[in-house]
Nanobody
């Protein structure tokens, strides 16, 4: 079964840090582009970051540049999102998603077309 499982969310004060993990089973992440998305109540889902193992590139939403870092441990079939200097506006459910690397980042052809999603992990940043 193809599956993504996120972990690492929680409650943190503004200025704090969290590291999210996204572990794949049933397929190998090093053939995929992996995106971290977030969705806050009443807001649209947005892609926060993407790591494409096909060309070793990463990209970030402007609002998280310099604060969030995405990395991969292919031996563990896991990608991470290190989130520093968290702000209340970062509060959301965070989900990872994957598409074959040849197609680029998961959001490239529209979020509804993303084929593999995790179940999400909640991040809450208090002020």
């Amino acid at each position: 079964e193809v599956q993504l499982v996120e972990s690492g969310g929680g409650l943190v004060q503004a200025g704090g840090s969290l590291r999210l993990s996204c572990t794949a089973s049933g397929f190998t992440l090093d053939d995929y582009a992996i995106g971290w998305f977030r969705q806050a109540p009443g807001k649209e889902r947005e892609e926060v970051s993407c790591l494409n193992n096909g060309d070793n590139t990463t990209q970030y939403l402007n609002s998280v540049k310099g604060r969030f870092t995405m990395s991969a441990d292919n031996a563990k079939n896991t990608v991470y999102l290190e989130m520093n200097n968290l702000k209340p506006e970062d509060t959301a459910e965070y989900l990872c998603a994957a598409e074959p690397s040849r197609f680029g980042c998961p959001a490239r052809y529209g979020i509804p077309n993303v084929s593999i999603w995790g179940q999400g992990t909640q991040v809450t940043v208090s002020s």
